[in-house]
């Protein structure tokens, strides 16, 4: 067998690893061959030597490199339905904007649905307006939980559920701003949730005018 050009591999490894994060699957001999420029049968043995050698996996058919190993095959498709006060209880018409796709080597797996934060109730508890909130769909909870759940009025809210009042039996809702709303709580009569708080997606800006030897 003829000696492989060996920039040409170290080109063939780049497209298969810039495939894979844009599309989250190995691109085929064919799309190798037609974005190397070369003929099909020269790719398959370029791939099948590459293979030999370690510097991919290929069976004839399926192609990965030691960088796709290291990626997510796993995705979860999760609506982002809109926006959900942190504050006093709001109606809330439940609209998908879009779906995103969840690693679920980090997010987990189960039915999860993104939310919108608005309002400051619940910025003790790291969510601020404009974060996303990843929320997994149950209807229980257990004390400490932030949820989605509705109120008397069937108006929902973004609140931590902090148990049974003993006094009045009804289920607390807490409010996490101690600065704004001390110890302000909303009591429910008949908890309903709708989903559980599991992660926050934000993106991270610096505060302007503040220089990084401010910030340390």
């Known amino acids: 067998m003829r000696s492989k050009d060996p920039e040409l591999m170290k080109s063939i490894c780049s497209y298969i690893d810039h495939f894979y ?16 420029n070369i003929a099909p049968s020269s790719a ?3 791939l099948t030597a590459m293979g030999k050698n370690g510097m991919i996996s290929y069976d004839g058919k399926v192609i990965g490199t030691p960088q796709t190993d290291k990626c997510s095959s796993e995705y979860i ?9 942190c504050g006093d209880p709001e109606l809330e018409v439940e609209q998908v904007e879009e779906y995103v796709s969840l690693p679920s080597s980090i997010f ?4 999860f649905y993104i939310l919108r934060a608005k309002g400051t109730s619940m910025i003790d508890a790291g969510i601020v307006p404009g974060d996303l909130i990843v929320i997994e769909m149950q209807n229980t909870a257990e004390v400490g939980d932030i949820v989605v759940a509705l109120d008397d009025e069937k108006q929902n809210t973004l609140k931590r559920y902090g148990g049974v009042d003993r006094e009045t039996g009804k ?10 709303f001390p110890g302000r709580q909303i009591l429910v009569k ?19 005018g503040v220089s990084y030897s401010e910030a340390v």
């Not at 999760?78 to 926006?83: D, N, R, T």
């Not at 309903?192 to 934000?202: K, P, Y």
């Open 77 to 85: 498709s999760a609506p982002i339905v809109g926006s959900i006060r």
């Open 44 to 46: 398959h043995r370029y």
């Open 21 to 36: 994060r844009e599309n989250h699957f190995a691109p085929t001999q064919r799309e190798v061959a037609n974005a190397m």
């Open 108 to 111: 987990g797996k189960g039915d």
């Open 190 to 208: 008949e908890l309903v949730v709708q989903g559980v708080a599991r992660h926050i997606i934000r993106a991270i800006s610096a505060k302007k």
């Open 171 to 180: 289920a607390v809702l807490r409010y996490e701003n101690e600065e704004e």
